[in-house]
Antibody, heavy 121, light 107 residues
Framework: EVQLVQSGAEVKKPGESLKISCKGS????????IGWVRQMPGKGLEWMGI????????RYSPSFQGQVTISADKSISTAYLQWSSLKASDTAMYYC??????????????WGQGTMVTVSS | EIVMTQSPATLSVSPGERATLSCRAS??????LAWYQQKPGQAPRLLIY???TRATGIPARFSGSGSGTEFTLTISSLQSEDFAVYYC?????????FGQGTKVEIK
């Protein structure tokens, strides 16, 4: 079964750092892009960025450039999203999602279950 | 950044009826448009890509149309499991954006 499994919910304080993960299985992890999508409480979806684990090519939405870092370790089929200094406004559900080949690059066909990040003092 | 605008914000429909959802792009995205369904507490699910191609396992009652700046998702006969929020998303260039969503609720 093709799936993405994300790390568990996190509760952090403002200013703390955080790295959440997304592990792929059931497919060739290095042949598909992995994207990250934010969903703030009660709000819509926002694309944050994407990485190609095969060569670590990474692209960011201008809204998130410099705010987060996306990385991947292809040896363990895992992608990461990290913050160096969290803010209360980072409180949200974060999804990883697989994006397809050249013709479907940009569409997300497999999604992780989401990681809820709560930032509160 | 390409802005995606969905209408209406909420659509009240009776089971068995047709639902028509609209999505407009602030500039042309060609056919690089996808639709997703999200139910409460769940991750989104890809329904349509390339503006009109159903994703794997998606029932034929879901159809997409349009190109350029105007797109439509049609659900031909609403089933109970179709009541959810629907998002469009453009992927025309490397700055991908979603619409704000349309909630389809039971009338």
């Amino acid at each position: 079964e093709v799936q993405l499994v994300q790390s568990g919910a996190e509760v952090k304080k403002p200013g703390e750092s955080l790295k959440i993960s997304c592990k792929g299985s059931g497919y060739s992890f290095t042949s598909y892009w992995i994207g990250w999508v934010r969903q703030m409480p009660g709000k819509g979806l926002e694309w944050m960025g994407i990485i190609y684990p095969g060569d670590s090519d990474t692209r960011y939405s201008p809204s998130f450039q410099g705010q987060v870092t996306i990385s991947a370790d292809k040896s363990i089929s895992t992608a990461y999203l990290q913050w160096s200094s969290l803010k209360a406004s980072d409180t949200a559900m974060y999804y990883c999602a697989r994006s397809g080949s050249v013709t479907t690059l940009g569409t997300f066909d497999i999604w992780g279950q989401g990681t809820m990040v709560t930032v509160s003092s | 950044e390409i802005v995606m605008t969905q209408s209406p914000a909420t659509l009240s429909v009776s089971p068995g009826e047709r639902a028509t959802l609209s999505c407009r792009a602030s500039q042309s995205v060609s056919s690089n448009l996808a639709w997703y369904q999200q139910k409460p507490g769940q991750a989104p699910r890809l329904l349509i890509y390339g503006a009109s191609t159903r994703a794997t396992g998606i029932p034929a009652r879901f159809s997409g149309s349009g190109s350029g700046t105007e797109f439509t998702l049609t659900i031909s006969s609403l089933q109970s499991e179709d009541f959810a929020v629907y998002y469009c998303q453009q992927y025309n260039n490397w700055t991908w954006t979603f619409g704000q969503g349309t909630k389809v609720e039971i009338k």
